[in-house]
């Protein structure tokens, strides 16, 4: 995708395409003389992975690595030698906790936490971070990194936990929850993770990650309760019934890591980010544009 601000802009073109194919993405940089690039594309669902894990590499690892060496040649003459007119050029990767692993009941993951990815997508993950900072060390290449909690919010992947909750619990259908719902993640809005991208893209010092969370720590019985509760007030069910009733626990995803939690401290004191959401608001929202799309 090349973009720009606001959608319906004339700075703003959606081309679909593969970001794997290199001539196309060479293509690209020279139709529109590309001199930033904000790396989301990625396969992200974990159970996709855990099924499915070969395209994960693919668009992950090798995709990564295409727009990664694809932006170089395009920018840069030599190692540590941006051409004429390009020393600007700044190649900002979006990354996620995962590739920290998993945490016990205290801690918080930090930008220095040892790598310890658990499964297929967060592996990949993982490779194309190290292929990030080796871009860094190796050619003198303009990047930064950031890694971002759990996000939620408006218009998400049906795929996605809050998405499936919402969307199950008003078709009638049973709401899906892992082993005993107790895992915990972080949770962050999209439009506060957004905030810290911008942030990172135009201020982040070079060659540095940045973690990205919400400091809003909570386990998925929390977040099916907490669905359940705002949908029995804004769309009760006809039958005086709760939500709640439809939520069925499933067997466990395979190594599900317990408890994800980031430590934001340098963001918010390098940077100035702060997240505006906590989940109870955030999640208020996301339910509202889910209404007004369904009603």
Not at 60 to 72: I, K, Q, S
Not at 199 to 227: A, M, Q, W
């Amino acid at each position: 995708m090349i973009g720009g601000i606001g959608v319906n802009g004339a700075n703003y073109e959606f081309v679909k395409g593969d970001i794997c194919n290199r001539d196309l993405i060479e293509y690209l940089f020279s139709k529109y003389d590309i001199r930033g690039v904000i790396h989301f594309a990625a396969e992200s669902h974990v159970d996709n992975s855990i099924s499915g894990p070969e395209v994960f590499i693919q668009t992950n690892v090798n995709g990564t690595f295409t727009l990664l060496d694809v932006a170089r040649k395009y920018w840069m003459d030599a190692p540590f030698t941006y051409k004429e007119g390009y020393e600007d050029c700044r190649f900002h990767h979006i990354s996620t906790d995962e590739v920290y692993g998993t945490l016990g009941a205290t801690g918080l993951f930090t930008e220095l936490t040892s790598y310890a990815p658990n499964s297929p997508y967060s592996s990949s993950k993982a490779s194309s971070d190290f292929l990030v900072r080796a871009y860094f060390h190796t050619y003198g290449m303009d990047v930064t990194t950031s890694n971002c909690s759990n996000n939620y919010g408006p218009k998400q992947h049906n795929e996605k936990l809050t998405p499936t909750i919402i969307r199950k619990a008003l078709a009638g259908e049973d709401i899906p929850i892992y082993g005993d719902g107790k895992n915990i993640r972080d949770w962050l809005y999209v439009l506060d993770h957004c905030t810290g991208i911008d942030l990172v893209y135009h201020k982040g010092r070079s060659g540095e990650t940045y973690n990205i969370g919400g400091r809003n720590e909570r386990d998925n019985l929390f977040i099916v309760d907490y669905i359940c509760q705002v949908l029995d007030k804004k769309q009760p069910l006809k039958n005086g019934y709760s939500y709640k009733n439809q939520i069925k626990f499933v067997k466990d995803r395979a190594g599900h890591d317990r408890r994800y939690a980031i430590d934001a401290t340098k963001i918010e004191t390098e940077l100035g980010w702060k997240a505006n959401e906590n989940f109870e608001t955030g999640i208020v929202k996301t339910i509202d544009w889910y209404l007004d799309k369904i009603n």
